[in-house]
């Protein structure tokens, strides 16, 4: 049977008993042994006992003598580190990327032109708004930061899973963040755009439309880190031996698809297991099935960036990839858990201005102001120029060799007499072949606070997003866009949004307006630059049409009870293996039940603990009795709700239908998506159908919203 979700040995299992002894004075001493090393101070020094600090008389006063009491204190007052200031949750691991074909046409990069080339990498996952300590589900972006240890120095890609942004000048960061995060007067909401400060700040941007068709889509509430694209966002540039540019997109692609969660799921999510994304990954990992994403490229040069309909300078607009291909060049796989948390995912220290010769900038603003950015943020977090010593964040793959020296923490200093350049010693040396040289841009212009007229248009790729979605992702973000608003105290701000998204597509802002009960629609907002209402439509931007049409890399979760048919529930689990994909058996107990044959399987879930929402798909295979019992519980009854209200195909035993009809899923509300498990052999089909993730048209009949999208009051 292969590893299950949640296996992990500890790492070191050496355990410890607890001694009592008695001292001259009769004073008793516990004393924790057992096998490992020596515990010492950090000096070096063993220690004695490290369950009593030193007092005077066994019911006296602590002695500041006690230095390892106080070395150990005074280290735990200084272990925290400011967060993030955004993406401050956040998920590392390590991995390698491996090149197939070479971009040696385009850039001297050694890891972007030696076909074979294996370069370690280190990737860290994260939500842009909430704290360290928030859930892993909100919605939100995701950030998708990967460092490559490449031969030529560390190459930092810091991208996201949305391949756009908010704005389009770094100097309205901290406003837009300021918007986001908790408002400053109460400290909340955490983790939720859905609030005024937030959708004030938007309604006032226009050039954040096209973000905010992203960010109210499914995209911002991934199925897991596994199931989503990367994008490196802005336009880079490759630079060849000659010195000449080429303009660079990166994409990183999931092998196993695309795939995201529900609203109300993710909800749900957040109470049940607040480190849903984080754990999934570390399971998958962790039991051998590591995931994989291509690196793909869309190059592009000066002619197409002059013919192409918007400014390749502009982080809110993306380039359609029936446009411009997006070519395949490798793809890394992520295979390596941290060893330590704090080490490796809360130190590693990304930054912009992180590239290699071969590769360079462009003009976008947003970058540049990021590449500023970056560094000073590392100051602060790490608190010492040499944060570049911390092992996360030393390059790899070369050699390092500088002058710079001290400063707190210095773990590299140059050896020997001269520390300066030029010199007549000897020592490190410029290198003008190989070493960087940065893209020599013709500039000029008036120096002035502008903004170019070709970022003018807000609306045209904002609509072109919407009408690439299937329906039901339209029904989504109209979905979204409601509940968002409705969290929005001040009706203004609601009817300025819908004002912005009457520019967007008309069904779209009637349905809002619809869900919000706007007493009227409002005029559509001034646009700065007429939308184009005919750009063509781009499958590649729908989850749906990019859906893995395979379970593999999903979760089913198998509700059992005693004297369940054990036939069914092992069928069951091996095409659940053979799909490659995992299960968790969900009991009454987490003891686990007796089968119909005698067998006892443990459950890895107490159904209070494993309630659907954690599952792709289930199923639920009880005896007559069980369903009976099961028929009172709540849990085991929203366990069966939720997953037909989530659209979830859902498998049954025959024994089984008088439990989900007292969990609301009557005879009539029986469709293609409840699937009967009547012998061994329907396990094959219904793990099959599992693949298609979710039956979509089942939610427009368990969902009120969905007669604001089906019918929205007309203008
Ligand atoms: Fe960031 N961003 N950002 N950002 N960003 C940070 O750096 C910033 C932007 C992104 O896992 C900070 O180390 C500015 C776009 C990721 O450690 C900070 C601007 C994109 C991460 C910062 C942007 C990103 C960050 C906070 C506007 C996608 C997490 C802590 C110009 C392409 C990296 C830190 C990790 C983190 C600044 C916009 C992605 C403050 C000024 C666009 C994935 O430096």
Redesign the pocket.
Known sequence: MAKQPGSNEPRDSAAATFETNVGAGGELHQIATGDGPTLTTQQGVAVADDQNSLRLGERGPTLLEDFHFREKIFHFDHERIPE????AR?FGVHGTFTLDESLADYTTARMLTEVGEKTPMFV?F?TVAGNKGSFDLARDVR???VKFYTKDGNWDI???NIPV?F?QD?IK?PDLVHAAKQEPDRGFPQAQTAHDNFWDFISLTPEAMHMIMWIMSDRAIPRSFRFMEG????SFRLIDAAGKGTYVKFHFKPKLGLQSVMWNEAVKINGADPDFHRRDLWDAINMGSPPAWDLGVQLFDDAFADSFDFDILD?TKIIPEEQVPVKIIGSFVLDGLVDNFFAETEQ???CTQNVVPGIGFTNDP?LQ??NF??L???LK?LGSPNFTHIPINQPRGCPIHNFQQDGHMAMRNPVGRVNYEPNSWGGPRENPTAGYRHFAAEENGRKAQVRSPSFADHYSQARQFFLSQTEIERKHIGDALVFELSKCQRVDIRGKMVAHLRNIDEKLALTVATGLRLSSLPDPAPAAAAPIADLPPSDALSIVKRGPQSFEGRKLGILVSDGAPAKLVTALIKAVEKAKAVYEVVTPQIGGVELDDGTVIEGQQKIDGGPSVLYDAVAILLSADGATQLSIDKPAKDFASDAFAHAKFIGYSSDALPFLAKAGIAPEDMDEGLIAIGKPGDAADFIATCGQLRLWTRELKVDLDAQAFLEPLSA
């Not at 993030?84 to 993406?87: D, G, L, S, T, Y």
């Not at 994008?231 to 802005?234: K, S, Y």
């Open positions: 993030r200031v955004v993406h956040g860290r994260s950030g998708f930061a810091v991208g996201n942004f704005i770094a960061f994008f490196g966002v802005h982080a590693v220290a990304f947003l102001g990021r950015s970056y000073d943020t590392q977090r």
